[in-house]
């Protein structure tokens, strides 16, 4: 053992842990830690011009990537501006180790400027918050952070960082990190009870959630779709790309109108909840969305989402992929000749209604829209669903004016779209920072709204900054347009109060410019795909701001 200083173990144990990146915006509390930043080098230091955009890239980082991911803060008016941020990490399960300066010991307690308990701040949100209270705990409670970040319910940890402990030099063995392997199957009665009662289903469902781009088993979910014949919806909160959607069984992503999901699911006497949070809504209604006869089965490496709201009739606590891998080949020879028919038939039968034909029929729709002036959304996604190269990934953060691009994207591969997870806005803009980080080489379209972008704007800098390949799409329709035909709908009114942006008009592509990215406006709805492809093309940081509709006539 030798002597080392406290900041100079935080970064040793980051980089023993396998981070890569350390997100940050240092204040003078963090001025240790950025003093030994240039000694390793294989830690990149990505600065985020917000701590709401440093946690946001972070988290785009660890979905992209399914790796721990570190960020910093500034003491507690950092750690607030953050938090927004890490509910959306929180939510996307993301591993994250979110630490913060903090005032030394003693100091603290006299109150200096930029003081606050930073613990008690951080605490809701993710699944461990500490202080430092001695150098000699800190690599414990790293090797701790590391593996809770990282064990299934994955999700952001939080420690707090004085002074006097970054400062302090002691002989200390950094040890080495445990990683837990959670790659949990079920036994083999739970896996019989799942395969006969697959089976013995008139006509069974399967909702594909995040689970499935997580341990990468889109084949075997689709595999187990054909064994079946059963219709497949992504899951109410599609934030993932969560299944093939041009398999024939896809059916699309149900919505979060409880009564369109009970009718979706009404015919059906099984639902198969595979890896996915079994029908979380967003506005509330006195319909319940599920079905009372509907027989429920849940998979999930997250046991808090087990029948968490339904009586279930059975939670199964295991890895999707595992599952999946030991239950197919139980289905596969128990299928009896009129199973494997009726299967057959079942999945013929939905070739007239999934995915591949909802989009050819929104389509036509898209395209009686395509000369319209200010630009029509639906016109807008199919052109970006079809100029994108095959390989692009999409980060979507864009409302009411990307309503229609899960009709039109097709998701190939389990890491090809992000999309915002909690509803807390802000992530799209510093999201596409993380994943063109975590995924590079791979071209990159962030489409984000006008009033989303607003969030997270600053990450337009760090996109310049680090030369990502990233396009931004802004689709500008001068408001909060879903908050409008919210009013209209849920109020009856539409005297609007706080939801245009136009006195000012934002000049989207003017911020991008002076924020070091090209960037131009498309009004002329034929202008927007040789722009998006010259764009995508570029390899670098572009922004494409198009004048939308507003919905109201504007
Ligand atoms: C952090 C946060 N603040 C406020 C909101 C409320 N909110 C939801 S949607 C929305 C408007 C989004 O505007 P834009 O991105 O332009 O999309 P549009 O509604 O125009 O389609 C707002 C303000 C939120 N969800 N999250
Ligand atoms: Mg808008």
Redesign the pocket.
Known sequence: MSAITGRSAFLQLLVDEGVTHLFGNPGTTELPIMEVVPQFPQLKFVLGLQEAVVVAMADGYARASGRLAAANVHVAPGLGNAM?ALYNARFSGSPIILTAGQQEQGHGLREPLLYAPLVPVAQPFVKWAVEVTRVEDLPLIMRRAAKLALTPPTGPVFISLPGDILEEQAELDLGRGTRVDARMRPSDAALERLAGALLAARDPVIIAGQELATHDAFAEAAELAELLGAAVYQQSVPYAAQFPTAHPAYMGALTRNQKQVRAALEPHDLLLCLGADLLRMSVYSPIDPLPPRLTVMHVSERDWELGKNNATEFAVQANVLETLRALLPLVRARRPGETAARAARRLAALAPRNWAAQRDKARIAALEVAEEKPID?RFLMLRIAESLPADAVVVE???????ALPQFLELRDPRCFYG?AS????FGMAGAVGVALAQPGRPLAAV????????GIQALWTAAHLKLPITYVI???????????RLVSMRGTDRFVG?D?RDPAIDFTGLAQSMGVPARRIADPQDFAPALREAMACGAPRLIEVMVA??FGG
């Open positions: 927004g959304p953060e864009a409302l009411t004016s990307a309503n915002l509803g807390g806005l802000g984000v709204g006008d009033g989303s972008a607003m969030y689709t500008n329709n001068r408001s909060y347009r879903i908050l409008k035909e939801m942006l507003d919905g």
